[in-house]
């Protein structure tokens, strides 16, 4: 009580030095009042993999890497997904345990976090830690491979707090095929709609983020919850095949989704994918130079990896993105979509950064920006986190739903 | 209630006449067993229950002929809380354990929620509490050996939070740091890292279950364990002399720190007659899963049933003696007369060993009570070891986790 007398104090005092006045970090006193206003949810952040090494702790500011306490309090980010991966090459009984361990992870940091984290698995407990001035911790499950074809393991999962699983990562698993790997089910097996029938019925949102076109079309046809995209971007700016076209953001939001923008910078520009393949050496270069620092640690990697992106483009080896191409990503799919179907789904930790986002700390520079471009107070509102929240809601309800109008017994966590 | 009135009008009528006075003592006691055994709560904490709900066929809500534990059953032997066993082979390591034991646990789950009406997934004492005073039959889970968590420390949190609340440290074999009490010592008792387990289970409010492991690993566990111990389900080696049982000493500073022994109803540790018999027909108790291995293969159920057909017919062929339920009670009396009735409590093993004749299954269990009764014990003391005892060692896990996730 006392502390939020001080931050009040503070905050008041504050407004009165910026009144009308723009601070250094080109951020106006109105975007800053609206994006401090706001519950900002990413649904992607591979943040994860860095606390797998035990030596990593959230509440320090680190200069590597996106996500640290620090830096999600100056971005003021509200809810954040921690993303439990593995490369698709891991399978069976390895890939459950790897996942528990990773659930558990993130679990602990929230335990040693309690005056800053709390762990959310519905939107009205993100509303609530949002209220005690908490972040909330959230799990996303990255690849169908983890449950092993095993519906007991995703209750396990949904049980522990996952609230959603995407359906396959970069490989196709068992039931699923993955936009970046060769057709093999064509799309969703039986079993997989089985999996997405579980998925509605527990309320795990079903991620279609990674999945190929015909498996995001079999999961649109097969949820009765609306889908979201934890972290994709446009396809018709940067012609990915982890992009989603406009039909299919179309038909997602058409059934209440969301598409949650990724930042990762071969995503976003069509420049960068062309240099990219262009060159194939420098990926070489890049994945040789990435072993050699992190050997086979997946949160060095991920680290690393950006950074050595960044060096490159320092050299002149590959081309500069800006964060603008952020923006421009959530305007067309807001101008294809709608303005309830567009979310943030960074990447961060897991991805390479555009200039302008290398953190978590610069995520009010998107409020800024989508002011600047004659967007409503209330729209970026929406595209900040409040669509991701409805989609969160709506999953939930369905689930009560499915489940006979009972309140599932796991609802509350401890 | 007017079942109540019309119980307690055949009493008086059929007591009416000659034995009057007999009859009114004989049956004021029957009537103030059951009185006490159904308001009391009745917590078993060993059932192997989630083997027969592997099968897929088996229905919890259905009387079912076979087996010890169902709904009805449950509702007519009074048992408002049990435990459910989360079990697979001591064989079985690594991911594979984790996998299948998340299964087991995801069943339990299942089930529970199937059967809303009837069953409460519980995880503390005051849920039990609540259950009971809500009508429904509290389910916990409790994992039976150690090597389901992997070789891995976290698990131990895991399956705390999905709502585990005891782990038996070792089942029939040793498992990677703590040694079995059938098998080959290969650990002296506990290895470090087993007594980071123990600490970790107290950190997380899961019960450190003795049942099964080595004598060494039982004292080690006490040395390490802030929680007091429970066996939960094991019997008393000086009436029957098997490892699985408890010696005098091990009962006392068992009780000593607090903690619960509650006892197996299997025949081979209730009767040192029997296990002569057994052990020298059919070879130790501790191995029907390897005696039944070709014909079963991993399958509990299957192994449960050959091992229930072998004894019937080692029965029939008069090679086994009877063994009566009154065993049990000379179990507990033997605890009690040793450190009191504090630390002793109900661990059937229901659905996962060969009950004695009088007690098939859980339908039976107000006689224990009448028995007690009988036997002098007063209310107080047989609700203690109804339920009332196992209560406060989940209290005191509770308080004591409490304390240590705060001082983190």
Request: charged share 25%; glycine share 8%.
């Amino acid at each position: 009580m006392v502390r939020a007398i001080l931050c009040t104090g503070a905050c008041v005092a504050a407004s009165v030095l910026l009144a009308g006045a723009m601070k250094a970090d080109g951020l106006s006193e109105r975007a800053r009042k609206l994006h401090f206003s706001c519950i900002v949810v990413d649904t992607h952040d591979d943040t994860t993999q860095r606390l797998l090494d035990g030596k990593f702790d959230l509440g320090t500011r680190t200069s590597a890497g996106s996500i640290d306490i620090p830096r999600m309090r100056e971005g003021n980010v509200g809810a954040i997904f921690f993303s439990i991966w593995m490369p698709s090459k891991v399978t069976g009984p390895d890939a459950v345990n790897r996942a528990i361990v990773q659930i558990d992870a993130v679990r602990e940091q929230v335990r040693k976090h309690p005056n800053d984290l709390v762990l959310a698995t519905t939107a009205a407990e993100i509303r609530e830690a949002h209220k005690q001035g908490k972040i909330a911790a959230l799990l996303g499950v990255e690849g169908g491979h983890m449950i092993n074809s095993d519906l007991g393991v995703l209750r396990a999962y949904a049980a522990l707090g996952v609230r959603y699983m995407t359906l396959t990562h970069s490989g196709n698993d068992e039931w699923a095929d993955s936009s970046t790997d060769k057709a093999v089910h064509n799309g969703l097996t039986d079993f997989g709609r089985e999996v997405v029938r579980e998925m509605n019925r527990l309320g795990v949102m079903v991620d279609i983020s990674h999945v190929s076109d015909k498996t995001f079309y079999d999961a649109l046809e097969t949820s009765k919850a609306p889908l979201i995209a934890s972290h994709s971007s446009c396809r018709a700016i940067c012609d990915a095949p982890r992009n989603m076209t406009d039909q299919m953001m179309k038909d997602l939001a058409a059934k209440g989704g969301v598409v949650q923008i990724n930042y990762h910078v071969g995503f976003l520009s069509q420049a960068f994918r062309d240099a990219e393949k262009a060159n194939p050496e420098l990926n070489r270069a890049i994945s040789a130079e990435v072993t050699k620092r992190c050997a086979d640690n997946e949160g060095c990697q991920l680290i690393e990896g950006d950074r050595i992106t960044r060096e490159y483009v320092e050299q002149g080896k590959l081309p500069r993105v800006e964060f603008s191409k952020i923006i421009e990503h959530i305007d067309h799919a807001v101008k294809v979509a709608g303005i309830d179907h567009v979310g943030l789904g960074s990447d961060f930790d897991g991805a390479n950064m555009p200039y302008g986002m290398e953190d978590a700390a610069k995520l009010p520079k998107i409020t800024e920006a989508l002011l600047q471009k004659g967007y409503a107070e209330g729209d970026v509102k929406k595209i900040l986190g409040e669509n991701t929240l409805r989609v969160m809601t709506d999953v939930q309800l369905i689930s009560r739903e499915l489940n006979g109008g009972k309140q599932k017994q796991e609802s509350r966590l401890q | 209630m007017r079942r109540m009135v019309a119980f307690l009008c055949l009493i008086s009528c059929s007591c009416a006449g000659l034995f009057l006075a007999r009859c009114t003592a004989a049956d004021d006691i029957a009537e103030r067993a059951h009185q006490l055994h159904f308001s009391s709560i009745v917590l078993d904490t060993h059932a192997d229950t989630p083997q027969r709900l592997l099968t897929g066929t088996f229905d919890l809500g259905k009387r079912d002929a076979e087996g010890h534990v169902d709904i009805p059953r449950m509702r007519e032997g009074g048992l408002n809380a049990q435990f459910f066993s989360i079990f697979i082979t001591g064989k079985t390591l690594g991911p594979p354990a984790i996998q299948q034991a998340l299964d087991q646990i995801d069943l339990v789950r299942q089930n529970v929620q199937q059967h809303g009406k009837d069953l409460a997934l519980a995880t503390t004492a005051e849920e039990i509490r609540r259950a009971h005073a809500q009508g429904q039959i509290a389910i916990l889970m409790g994992i039976e050996g150690g090597h389901m968590i992997g070789n891995d420390i976290r698990m131990i949190r895991v399956y705390s939070a999905l709502g585990v609340r005891y782990m038996t440290l070792a089942h029939f074999y040793n498992d990677e740091w703590a040694d079995s009490s059938t098998d080959k010592p290969a650990h002296n008792g506990l290895t470090h890292f087993g007594t980071e387990v123990v600490r970790e289970m107290n950190r997380q409010g899961m019960l450190v279950d003795i049942s099964h492991v080595s004598d060494k690993t039982f004292y080690d566990a006490l040395e390490v364990s802030r929680v007091p111990l429970i066996a939960s389900h094991s019997s008393i080696r000086a009436i029957s002399n098997h490892p699985r049982n408890m010696s005098d000493d091990m009962i006392k500073v068992l009780a000593a720190k607090g903690g619960v022994i509650q006892i197996n109803y299997e025949r081979n540790y209730l009767s040192e007659e029997y296990r002569t018999a057994f052990a020298a027909v059919a070879g130790d108790v501790s191995r029907m899963e390897e005696k039944f291995k070709k014909e079963c293969g991993d399958d509990n159920v299957c192994i449960g049933k050959a091992e229930i057909r072998l004894e019937k017919e080692l029965t029939e062929a008069g090679k086994l003696p009877h063994v009566s339920w009154e065993k049990i009670i000379e179990h507990i009396d033997h605890v009690v007369r040793l450190v009191g009735p504090d630390h002793v409590g109900l661990g059937s093993d229901f659905d996962g060993a060969d009950m004695p004749d009088g007690l098939e299954d859980c339908s039976k269990l107000p006689k224990i009570t009448e028995a007690l009764l009988r036997k002098g014990y007063s209310e107080e003391d047989i609700r203690k070891i109804l339920g009332g005892n196992i209560l406060r060692v989940m209290e005191q896990s509770e308080k004591i986790s409490k304390e240590m996730q705060a001082a983190q």
